[in-house]
Nanobody
């Protein structure tokens, strides 16, 4: 069974940093586009970042310049490095394999429903 899972969330003060990890069982992430998305209470799901299978990288407008996506193919993991965190970054963060090759970031659809992890909570608060 193919699954992805997020980890690394937690409570951090404004201005702080966190690194989220997206790991997979049953598939090699190196060959897939992987996206990070988030959803805050009462808000719509939002695209955070995506790395395509040929390592084209995309960022959402609210995270550009503060967040960085990267891969470690030896460890089969995709990271989301989050710096200069703000209270408005508080949300559940999800990763998903993306057969549409990050097309959400250019006006296309979200990844398919079966491609998502369970999410990890990030709370930015003093």
């Amino acid at each position: 069974q193919v699954q992805v899972a997020e980890s690394g969330g937690g409570l951090v003060q404004p201005g702080g940093s966190l690194r989220l990890s997206c790991t997979a069982s049953g598939l090699t992430l190196e060959y897939f586009a992987v996206g990070w998305f988030r959803q805050a209470p009462g808000k719509e799901r939002e695209g955070v970042s995506c790395i395509s299978s040929i390592d084209h990288i995309y960022y959402g407008n609210s995270t550009k310049g503060r967040f960085t996506i990267s891969r470690d193919n030896e460890k089969n993991v995709v990271y989301l490095h989050m710096n200069s965190l703000k209270p408005e970054d508080t949300a559940i963060y999800f990763c998903a394999t993306d057969t549409y090759q990050c097309s959400y970031f250019t006006g296309g659809p979200f990844p398919d429903a079966g491609s998502w992890g369970q999410g990890t909570q990030v709370t930015v608060s003093s």
